[in-house]
């Protein structure tokens, strides 16, 4: 069946630093790749996307890159902030969403 | 434009007890998704409508879980004889069709004593 894996956390970084989240997935053909945000108290929301091989979803800062060779999805932001201390889940798509177990981010000043 | 509605946001009950969870897609949307979030296993897919198809149930943990979807509308999670492993954050999502982006609302906390 399908499945993604994701670094575990809590990955805690001081702000401006560089930041990776790794994901890498298992599934038939090539699924749609999404990365969701959920803040402390908040629902999840979509943070970027990708739906084809070597597309690079990008948003706030982040980036992503749909890696068919790899089967991987990482995460990356060059300088990360306070406010980006989140949940990150990664996700892939086909009919339904099958997520990641989620990587917690704590940025300190 | 209005966006995933959900209630009751939060719900406490007692072991056994049935519980019904509410959820408004976003208009025009023919998908729809129930989704359970919890501290052991993730955010697991729970079921899906897509128009007037049957419903994909292959993701309910057991049969003391039902939903349905009404007019192609508002959709009912209904979990009955509550048990302590039920407690969860349930979430709901819509699409424009199969395949596409969801939206998700901002779930239902469920707590079963």
């Known amino acids: 069946g399908n499945s993604v894996t994701q670094m575990e956390g809590p990955v805690t970084l001081s702000e401006e630093a560089f930041l990776t989240i790794n994901c890498t997935y298992t599934?038939?053909?090539?699924?749609?790749l999404f990365w969701y945000v959920q803040y402390p108290g908040e629902g999840l929301q979509l943070l970027l996307k990708a739906t084809k091989a070597d597309d690079k979803g990008s948003n706030k800062g982040f980036e992503a890159t749909y890696r068919k060779e790899t089967t991987s999805f990482h995460l990356e932001k060059g300088s990360v902030q306070v406010s980006d201390s989140a949940v990150y889940f990664c996700?892939?798509?086909?009919?339904?969403?099958?997520f990641g177990k989620g990587t917690m981010l704590l940025v300190s000043p | 434009g209005a966006g995933v509605s959900q209630s009751p946001s939060n719900k406490v009950t007692e072991k056994g007890k049935d519980v019904e969870l509410r959820c408004d897609p976003i208009?025009?949307?023919?998908?729809l998704y129930w989704y359970r979030q919890s501290l052991g296993q993730g955010l697991e897919f729970l079921i899906y409508?897509?128009?007037?198809?049957?419903?994909?149930k292959s993701g309910l943990p057991s049969d003391r879980f039902s939903a349905e979807r009404t007019g192609g509308s508002v959709s009912t999670l209904t979990i009955q004889r509550t048990q302590q492993e039920d407690s969860a954050v349930y979430l709901c999502?819509?699409?424009?069709?199969?395949?596409?982006?969801?939206?998700f609302g901002p779930g239902t906390r469920l707590t079963v004593l």
């Open positions: 999502a819509s699409s424009e069709g199969a395949g596409t982006e969801q939206f």
């Open positions: 599934a038939t053909g090539y699924p749609s």
């Open positions: 409508f897509q128009g007037n198809s049957a419903p994909d």
């Open positions: 208009s025009g949307h023919t998908a």
């Open positions: 996700a892939l798509l086909y009919s339904t969403l099958t």
